[in-house]
């Protein structure tokens, strides 16, 4: 596919720029362990004209948006997906539930802190949106895992909403810690090795609080 001009841009921009953009936005923030991003940078390292961000996105608020509704699209859509399976027992979907939180936390370590920035900057209309659209659907699928467990007498009978924090907080804590890790650990990079062992580690500590046996 070839290069197409932006109307009132007067760019000529190669195809799949919108996703470039966001993807590169999306290494800033990982990269720096930030959940903000310099229009500057943005253009250096996709190496395409920050007036793009204008023409696809309306402002820099507007890429961010963008950016936490693909990534949360995918996590959702992932849950959803885990929810309606029929052939696994409830044990081996939370399991499998929380490997993937670890996988996408490690991927996009910055979501849950621009999902908090973005819900306090934005107008009460948007930050409901993101809270229905985003936040409630993975309290929901734990109201569901949790309650399957417990009829099937595999779970005990725990507050959701808790689990929820739980899980989230042991998580995003891990993988916003770099300086932490730095500084008492002398530890700069989270590496998959780190990942897997914290994987593990995070698995068995929460499977040991919630199994009924």
Excluded at 52 to 80: C, E, H, M, P, T
Excluded at 86 to 115: C, G, Q, W
Excluded at 174 to 183: D, E, G, I, P, Q
Aim: glycine content about 6%; hydrophobic content about 40%.
């Amino acid at each position: 596919m070839s290069e197409r001009s932006v109307p009132g841009v007067g760019l000529a921009v190669p195809p799949g720029a919108r996703d470039h953009l966001l993807d590169t936005a999306g290494a800033i923030m990982r990269d720096g362990d930030i959940v903000d991003i310099s229009l500057s940078e943005l253009s250096l390292r996709s190496g395409l004209n920050s007036a793009l961000v204008k023409y696809y996105f309306g402002n820099k608020a507007g890429l961010l948006k963008a950016l936490l509704d693909r990534d949360w699209q995918a996590i959702v859509r992932s849950v959803d997906a885990l929810v309606a399976k029929d052939d696994m027992e409830p044990e081996a979907k939370l399991r499998r539930h929380i490997s993937k939180v670890i996988d996408t936390f490690y991927a996009v370590p910055y979501l849950n802190r621009l999902t908090m920035r973005m819900v306090r900057e934005s107008d009460d209309a948007e930050a409901r949106r993101i809270a229905d659209c985003y936040l409630s659907p993975i309290y929901r699928a734990y109201e569901h895992l949790i309650g399957e467990g417990v009829r099937a007498g595999v779970f005990r009978s725990i507050d959701p909403q808790l689990f929820y924090f739980t899980v989230t907080g042991a998580v995003d804590r891990f993988f916003s810690t770099r300086l932490v890790m730095k500084y008492c650990f002398n530890q700069d990079t989270l590496t998959e090795e780190l990942r897997d062992r914290y994987r593990e580690h995070t698995i068995d500590i929460i499977m040991a609080g919630i199994l009924a046996r």
